[in-house]
């Protein structure tokens, strides 16, 4: 009797056990709808030649190996700096690794990772940071939990500078414990 | 006898077991858990390091306490003033090498780099430890109490957080070795007007201090 039941409900409606059902069945039907829309990630690069001066922003992500001062800005993109990168700007994005090198401050919504040879000189503004053994950095770094309003990470950040570059004013707020 | 055999091969690899997995033998510290218990009620507060950086540790305060750390490498102030001989100016570099307004800084983690310096250049760096640090602020360092033996070896110790009891010690090149260590009453004088909170003497010869800096009116009492 019970065998009987199981066998005929989930090919015809979903079982009353609707959370486990969820996770498992319906997926079948609904992945093939989804994977056209799949994103497709383009990887653009700078190149090692390539020498730009000024404001740097895009809605994607970027692998720098050339030189660019200024500003970079990803907001919700990836930055790899390659081995071959030198930056003197200001970067946000919202991972940023760096393998280069990067002479400004880092700010970053979701990941800085300095990699072994990857250098920083400024200071770094994420919640999460991964300095590799052997990268060099010199600055300060700014964890404080998520970014809420300006205003209380603004001065705190101000108030301590270690870096040549100016500080930079970014959204944070204390960490919750 | 062969019972006796099997005992004797473990306890000779027992200090084995202290080293670790990443080879540098991993030592039980005292005073960083009262280090942190110290800033654990702040908001965001504003840490100085001056050993060297290292991710972990960068990872274990900024997660532990959600705070802002600053990284001043001392141990790269030392090596090129030993290379371009001019240690004996240290203290006058001390003096302006800190850029940070005065009273800014929640707790300063020393490390064993004042192991590093002659006693000028110990007093310079501790005045300005003093100047920088917010009332009730806090200060770890590290002192080495044993005279150092003969052939110095020259080599800093990264220190690395395993968690709030055990530390990693990792050695790596220097331009000088340890100097002369300090007697308890210099050390004392030198951080004036900070006190000596907590002390610890380690087996491995290490004298542990935590310094406070009396926080104004009636907070001082409560400690």
Redesign the interface.
């Given at each position: 009797m019970w065998k009987r039941d199981e066998a005929v409900k989930p090919t015809s409606q979903p079982t009353p056990a609707a959370p486990v059902a969820s996770n498992v069945q319906p997926s079948a039907p609904v992945a093939p709808q989804v994977e056209p829309r799949r994103i497709e990630r383009d990887l653009v690069n700078i190149g090692k030649s390539v020498v730009i001066k000024g404001e740097l922003s895009g809605s994607e992500d970027l692998t720098i190996e050339g030189q660019v001062e200024g500003k970079i800005e990803l907001k919700d993109h990836l930055l790899t700096i390659g081995p071959n990168g030198r930056i003197k700007a200001q970067v946000f994005a919202k991972t940023v690794i760096v393998l280069g090198e990067v002479n400004g401050n880092v700010s970053a919504s979701e990941k800085v990772e300095i990699r072994d040879g990857g250098s920083v000189d400024g200071d770094i503004i994420s919640p999460r940071v991964a300095i590799a053994e052997g990268a060099h950095f010199r600055g300060s770094v700014d964890m404080q939990k998520k970014a809420g309003s300006s205003s209380a990470s603004a001065s705190t950040s101000s108030s301590v500078k270690t870096a040549p570059t100016p500080t930079v004013a970014q959204a944070a707020q204390p960490a919750a414990h | 006898m062969a019972f006796s055999d099997l005992f004797s091969r473990r306890r000779k690899d027992e200090p084995d077991h202290d080293t670790g997995a990443a080879k540098a033998p991993v030592h039980s510290t005292k005073v960083l858990a009262k280090f942190i218990a110290s800033l654990n009620g702040r908001?965001?507060p504003?840490l100085l390091d001056l050993g060297s950086?290292?991710?972990a540790n960068?990872?274990f305060f900024?997660?532990r306490?959600?705070?802002?750390?600053?990284?001043?490498?001392l141990s790269k102030d030392i090596d090129r003033a030993v290379k371009d001989k001019t240690i004996t100016e240290l203290p006058a570099h001390f003096k302006k090498r800190f850029?940070?307004?005065d009273g800014?800084?929640d707790g300063v983690l020393c490390w064993d780099m004042f192991d590093y310096l002659d006693k000028h250049a110990a007093a310079a760096l501790a005045s300005q430890i003093v100047r920088l640090l917010k009332p009730e602020g806090v200060v770890l360092a590290f002192f080495n109490t044993a005279e150092p033996k003969e052939p110095v070896p020259a080599v800093y110790t990264k220190h690395i957080v395993v968690d709030q009891a055990h530390l990693q010690y990792r050695p790596y090149p220097a331009a000088r070795g340890k100097q002369k260590p300090f007697q308890n009453r210099d050390i004392q004088r030198m951080f004036e007007p900070l006190r000596i909170t907590e002390q610890f003497l380690l087996k491995s010869q290490q004298r542990e201090v935590l310094f406070r800096k009396a926080g104004g009116g009636a907070a001082d009492a409560s400690v």
């Open positions: - | 908001t965001s504003v950086v290292h991710g960068v990872t900024g997660e306490l959600g705070c802002k750390i600053i990284v001043e490498d850029a940070q307004e800014s800084v």
